[in-house]
């Protein structure tokens, strides 16, 4: 096997052994039980963002004042991340519950997950983006096959150096490729926090904002539990995928890194797809009337 060091992901001996020398270093891992404490800063809101049951249970509140926000203590370099929500009830028109991974400036990396509120008895939107060096317009919007306010529902991101999956309640709904190869900037090199925000959008998030906010329903909550990373943590300019960790590794617990689709999950997803998708930029030719994204033409659909 060629060597590289896997400290920095920079191996000089190309990507291939990048994944060979990363599935081969599994002790790396981050397992976070969901421990809201040990996990997560509240960042703003003036209090109204909670963390409750001895670090179990997170809540995040928006009343006509302000909303409120956290994010992770850790930046990840590649990941499987978990978190279970319970989305605002009743009439949650005009707001959006935003949990996503970002990096920070200009040409920052993001892979989205927004919940867009709606009148009581109308569906949520469920929207899906991924930024790639500051580039996005990659939106893919569902509805749900369930009710999200009623209970909670674990809500996925698989980000390796292949692919980009998108999940709900382990069912993949989106999957988003490594298009490198044809000229496509993929989101590989810059670490991630984790973030979520409960704030008020209604000029646009509600039927393009015709919609607003009905502050007498407020305050708005929504809960979450059971978050989950497994992941590469990147702390001061290196990531704990290390190749000196290699005493307890385990193909197994490194799965991820190399996790694909394979046919069951396909079928799955397009059912999703077939049912439940709302929109598709891939499908949207008047949008891009010069011709759609590159990406497109090897996209799941396209």
């Excluded at 969901?34 to 001895?54: H, M, S, Y």
């Excluded at 006509?64 to 319970?86: C, H, R, T, V």
């Excluded at 709900?168 to 925000?197: C, H, L, T, W």
């Amino acid at each position: 096997m060629a060597s590289c060091s896997c400290s920095s992901f920079s191996c000089t001996r190309g990507p291939s052994v990048l994944l060979v020398c990363l599935l081969a270093t599994a002790a790396f891992m981050v397992a976070n039980a969901g421990n809201f404490n040990q996990d997560i800063d509240i960042t703003w809101g003036d209090g109204r963002a909670k963390i409750l049951n001895d670090g179990q249970l997170l809540t995040l509140t928006l009343d006509k004042a302000s909303g409120s926000g956290f994010q992770s203590k850790n930046e990840y370099l590649f990941g499987k991340i978990d978190m279970q929500l319970k989305l605002v009830s009743g009439n949650s028109a005009g707001t959006v519950t935003a949990y996503y991974l970002s990096s920070q400036g200009t040409n920052h990396d993001e892979i989205d997950f927004e919940f867009l509120g709606n009148l009581t008895g109308e569906p949520y939107i469920l929207h899906t983006n991924v930024f790639s060096q500051g580039k996005g317009n990659r939106e893919q919007q569902f509805h749900l096959w369930f009710d999200p306010t009623a209970d909670f529902h674990t809500y996925s991101i698989l980000w390796n150096p292949q692919r980009i999956i998108f999940s709900v309640d382990g069912r993949p709904i989106r999957e988003f490729k490594n298009s490198e190869s044809i000229g496509v900037p993929y989101p590989k090199s810059q670490a991630m926090r984790i973030y979520s925000s409960l704030w008020n959008a209604d000029d646009w998030a509600t039927r393009g904002g015709l919609v607003k906010t009905d502050w007498t329903h407020a305050p708005f909550t929504a809960t979450y539990q059971n978050f989950n990373a497994d992941a590469c943590v990147w702390s001061s300019g290196a990531s704990s995928c290390s190749s000196q960790s290699t005493t307890s590794a385990s193909a197994n617990n490194a799965a991820w890194l190399s996790q694909e689709l394979d046919s069951t999950d396909l079928e799955r997803m397009k059912w999703v797809q077939n049912n439940y998708m709302i929109y598709n930029y891939c499908m949207d030719i008047k949008r891009f009337p010069q011709g759609l994204p590159s990406e497109c033409a090897i996209a799941s659909i396209s």
